[in-house]
Nanobody, 118 residues
Framework: QVQLVESGGGLVQAGGSLRLSCAASGRTFGTYAWGWFRQAPGKEREFVAGIAWGGGYTRYADSVKGRFIISQNNAKNTVYLQMNSLKPDDTAVYYC???????????WGQGTQVTVSS
């Protein structure tokens, strides 16, 4: 059974940075895709960033390109989301997910709250 545990969320001022971590267990880390989604109050969950092929391929939502960086550490079974130049619109619960490809996810973490104040 796959378990994903996110951490690193919190309150930050606009322009600041945060790094989210997702510790995974129960899955061969390097052979699956990993992603971050977010859900703001009253909005649908949306894709933020994804990483696959052992870290050799990454994809980002247009809204975070150039500001967020997704990475993975296979030795630590952990996926990271470095978030820079944060904006109030980035405020949401951020979820870690994994699956066979970036188009099909089968496990989700419990989420971590990110709040960006103006």
């Amino acid at each position: 059974q796959v378990q994903l545990v996110e951490s690193g969320g919190g309150l930050v001022q606009a322009g600041g940075s945060l790094r989210l971590s997702c510790a995974a267990s129960g899955r061969t880390f390097g052979t699956y895709a990993w992603g971050w989604f977010r859900q703001a109050p009253g909005k649908e969950r949306e894709f933020v960033a994804g990483i696959a092929w052992g870290g050799g391929y990454t994809r980002y939502a247009d809204s975070v390109k150039g500001r967020f960086i997704i990475s993975q550490n296979n030795a630590k079974n952990t996926v990271y989301l470095q978030m820079n130049s944060l904006k109030p619109d980035d405020t949401a619960v951020y979820y870690c997910t994994t699956g066979r490809t970036l188009a099909e996810y089968d496990s989700w973490g419990q989420g971590t709250q990110v709040t960006v104040s103006s």
